[in-house]
């Protein structure tokens, strides 16, 4: 008798670290750092039509010590430009950034004195989104390529953002 | 006993986008504020004067995302004005649908986060369930959802769906059930009464010193409204009343804002029974595109479509202030210029600005917790704040 | 009839007055423009009780002299009126009277101008920085200052 046939499918096997990156994958605890506009289109991404809670990231965190997503979306100009980094620094590993719209992306069609072009400047940044601002189904496209880099990284892979 | 200061923002839940206050605090009781913006400051002034007439219409959407076609109403009409261009009689009317339908949207965010900063989470889902029912009429007319980018100069971008009337009246009809339901909520709520009446309390003298216009004016009990005191848009033909408050406190505020709301939905329907047909766009080779049709076929055309799309829009020289009153109050557009394709100079005068400069003086001397429910009754929006 | 009880009253300030595309404005030299806005406040036959803008404009390209005005754009609730009134500001003194004391709405508007423009509001309780952060050199819109000079990001203060 195989070790198969003894459990009948109650028991799957696998490796620790994969199963932790299942749980953070469908776990991730967004901290929406929500400036403009595309911070409006977050709020339609939780709320109940397009319901980012499908995908396990429902629970918005609003203290960067809780969240392990940082969810930047909107313009970051030049006096939010230290706040921002500080607070990308008072998160706990592991930690992904996903920049949300054409702004914080490349500074989008503000090019002027105030703005940051694009928020690389400061911090990494694991997934772009495109979109000014994105629509919501573009958000949460964001968060599944978080999702599946979370996998990716667990198997040994390198992802290209 | 010793007093403490406290910090709030630039990145709080409660500070709607990207404000900061520090408040000095003797127990629970604020003894001084400061405010301190510019946190999404985005040069838009700066940014109008190196760009074409038609393509400043695109940030004006960023200023108050929550109802970007006002915006671009507002500024569309200042250089109207100026060009002494007289929109189609359907421009103008499908003009007041879609500011009326902004106005509805914006208040129904601010209601959603108001109370969801007092603590109730489901009003905000109810309101938003229509805001997206919105949303998506907003999307077959302009192919976007927030940043619609709707209107031209000399009319509006293209005419409503066929099914947009019909489709919008379904919409009211959810809205004024939403509105139900949220007002049974909050309206005779203990605990929300408790929290909001009697709370950052502003007397009518101070309002006007301090500049506020929009629902903010209208609760201290000033029946102030631009649709009535300049009509525009042929406002002064629509059956519409204007809902004021007694006190002006935070209580006054919101609940202004969900009769505003019912007043907006009768205009619509008004509106959509005396809309005509007929062009959306002025018919002048000098302000608007020509068809495609006569693009790709004649040489005439062509050289229209070129000539608006590299030099822009001629506006005459000359300087022009003008207002509309906007979901948070009056929206006002000056605008200079020098005779060329770009404008000199736009100004654009902000109802948040002056409501939040006088968010210090409102939450001095109450509590803490206080300071979260005024911040929720004046609607900051920061893209029109910061500008 | 506005402009008339004006141009009676303040016969030497008034430059010039006007109206154009239903917008009646006044242009007016600085010296006495306190005076000058109280007695538009208060006077029963104006009570222009709203400030509702206050703004620079910088007329460089434009070559006027001076340069810059201050542009105040007012608004009566009683009598349904508006004025607009320019206040030249020659580039050599960039000094203005505040009129804070007068309309609280100008606190903010002022420090806006003068963080823009470099117009200092003598009288003005807090003129410092509004919209850029504290140490931003120059006044992004003078029209010389170029869009896209950037400048070094800011360290960030003590919180409080």
Redesign the interface.
Same mark, same amino acid.
């Given at each position: 008798m195989s070790m198969k046939d003894l459990f009948a499918g109650a028991v799957i096997t696998t490796r620790v670290k994969e199963v932790v990156a299942w749980g953070r994958k469908n776990s991730l605890w967004p901290m929406p750092? &929500?400036? &403009? =506009?595309c #911070? /409006?289109?977050f709020? #339609?991404t939780v709320?109940?039509?397009f319901d980012i809670s499908r995908f396990g990231a429902e629970l918005v965190r609003?203290s960067p010590r809780q969240a392990d997503l940082l969810i930047v979306l #909107?313009?970051i $100009?030049?006096?939010? &430009?230290? /706040?921002l980094k +500080? /607070?990308y620094e008072q998160m706990c590993e592991p930690k992904w950034v996903i920049s949300a719209g054409a702004c914080a992306s490349s500074g989008g069609?503000?090019? $002027?004195?105030?703005? /940051?072009q694009g928020i690389d400047e400061?911090i990494p940044v694991d997934v772009y989104v495109p979109g =000014?601002?994105p +629509?919501p189904e573009a958000i949460l496209n964001g968060v599944m390529k978080i999702q599946e880099k979370i996998v990716a990284e667990a198997r040994g892979k390198v992802v290209a953002a | 006993m010793k007093e403490m200061a406290l910090n709030i923002g630039p990145s709080h839940p409660a500070t709607h986008g990207a404000l900061r206050f520090f408040v000095e605090l003797d127990g629970e009781t604020i003894k001084k504020s400061n405010v301190e913006i510019g946190y999404l400051h985005r040069a838009f002034e700066k940014h109008s004067e190196v760009s074409t007439w038609t393509q400043v219409i695109p940030y004006t959407d960023r200023l108050n995302y929550c109802s970007s076609m006002m915006n671009n109403v507002g500024y569309c009409r200042a250089v109207e004005t100026l060009l002494g261009v007289e929109i189609p009689e359907r421009a103008r009317f499908i003009r007041v649908i879609v500011c009326e339908l902004s106005r509805i949207m914006d208040h129904l965010i601010c209601l959603g986060a108001a109370a969801v900063d007092l603590g109730g989470l489901s009003n905000f889902w109810y309101f938003f369930n229509v805001r997206e029912a919105i949303y998506d009429f907003t999307e077959k007319l302009c192919g976007a959802r927030l940043t619609t980018n709707y209107t031209r100069i000399g009319g509006v971008m293209r005419d409503l769906t066929p099914d947009f009337a019909d489709g919008i009246r379904k919409v009211l009809k959810d809205l004024g059930s939403a509105i139900r339901d949220v007002s049974r909520l909050l309206e005779r709520n203990k605990i929300f009464m408790d929290r909001t009446q009697k709370v950052g309390i502003i007397s009518k003298e101070d309002a006007i010193s301090w500049g506020f216009t929009g629902p903010c004016l209208r609760a201290t009990g000033v029946p102030h409204d631009l649709r009535r005191a300049e009509p525009y848009y042929h406002y002064d033909t629509f059956d519409f009343e204007i809902p004021v408050g007694t006190v002006g406190d935070v209580y006054d505020r919101l609940m202004v804002r969900f009769e505003e709301m019912r007043q907006s939905a009768r205009i619509i329907e008004q509106a959509f029974r005396m809309i005509p047909e007929g062009p959306v766009m002025v018919k002048d080779p000098r302000i608007a595109l020509p068809p495609k049709q006569e693009v790709y076929r004649n040489i005439e055309g062509l050289m229209n479509h070129f000539m608006l799309l590299m030099d822009g829009i001629k506006v005459p020289a000359g300087e022009v202030y003008s207002a509309t009153e906007a979901a948070n109050g009056e929206l006002g557009f000056y605008i200079i210029s020098d005779g060329g394709g770009r404008p000199y100079r736009v100004r654009v005068r902000p109802p948040c600005f002056l409501l939040t400069s006088a968010f210090s003086k409102m939450v001095e001397g109450g509590m803490i917790a206080d300071a979260v429910a005024v911040l929720g009754s004046l609607n900051i929006i920061v893209g029109e704040l910061d500008r | 009839m506005i402009l008339q009880q004006l141009q009676e009253k303040f016969p030497l300030e008034i430059i010039k007055t006007g109206e154009g595309y239903g917008n009646l404005f006044a242009f007016v030299k600085k010296e006495r423009s306190h005076e000058f806005f109280t007695y538009l406040r208060d006077e029963p036959a104006l009570k222009f009780e709203f400030l509702i803008d206050l703004f620079g404009v910088d007329r460089l390209k434009l070559n006027e002299s001076p340069r810059f005005e201050v542009v105040y754009q007012l608004y009566s609730l009683t009598h349904n009126h508006r004025l607009r009134v320019h206040i030249k500001v020659p580039e050599e003194e960039l000094v203005i009277s505040s009129v804070v004391d007068l309309w609280k709405a100008a606190d903010w508007s002022e420090r806006e101008c003068w963080e823009m423009f470099g117009i200092r509001f003598e009288g003005h309780p807090n003129l410092k920085h509004l919209l850029l952060f504290e140490g931003f050199e120059g006044h992004p819109l003078r029209k010389d200052y170029p869009i896209n000079k950037r400048q070094k990001i800011p360290i960030p203060g003590e919180i409080v």
């Open positions: 750092y &929500a400036t &403009a =506009c #911070g /409006i289109e709020m #339609g709320s109940s039509y609003f #909107g313009t $100009n030049y006096k939010q &430009a230290p /706040i +500080r /607070i069609f503000y090019d $002027n004195y105030s703005v /940051i400061l =000014c601002p +629509r | - | -």
